[in-house]
């Protein structure tokens, strides 16, 4: 059974960073897509970052030039890269994954991490 587990959340002050990371378990060929959104309460999930295996990427303006997202094939892992963190980047952060597994795709969410921006 594929799961997504992710971690890294926390306290931040302003401007600080913080490195999540989406770890997949289970016997899965590749993660073909991966994503991470958000969510505060009362408020759609929303998405900060995707990207194929491929290499394309998408960031909504909010978090371009902020966030990178990456995918370590090797590792079974997705990770995102926050910099120069706001106090509206609070929310739960989930990670989303586009998963090959003998020759079926599955798309899978892991639980979610807090991630806290405030001084």
């Known amino acids: 059974q594929v799961q997504l587990v992710e971690s890294g959340g926390g306290l931040v002050q302003p401007g600080g960073s913080l490195r999540l990371s989406c770890a997949v378990s289970?016997?899965?060929?590749?993660?073909?897509?991966a994503g991470w959104y958000r969510q505060t309460p009362g408020k759609q999930r929303e998405l900060v970052a995707y990207k194929t295996s491929g290499g394309t990427t998408n960031y909504p303006d909010s978090v371009k030039g902020r966030f990178t997202i990456s995918i370590d094939n090797a590792k079974n892992t997705v990770y995102l890269q926050m910099n120069s963190l706001k106090p509206e980047d609070t929310a739960v952060y989930y990670c989303n994954a586009r998963i090959l597994v003998d020759n079926i795709y599955y798309n899978n969410w892991g639980q979610g991490t807090q991630v806290t921006v405030s001084s």
């Open positions: 289970g016997s899965i060929s590749s993660i073909n897509a």
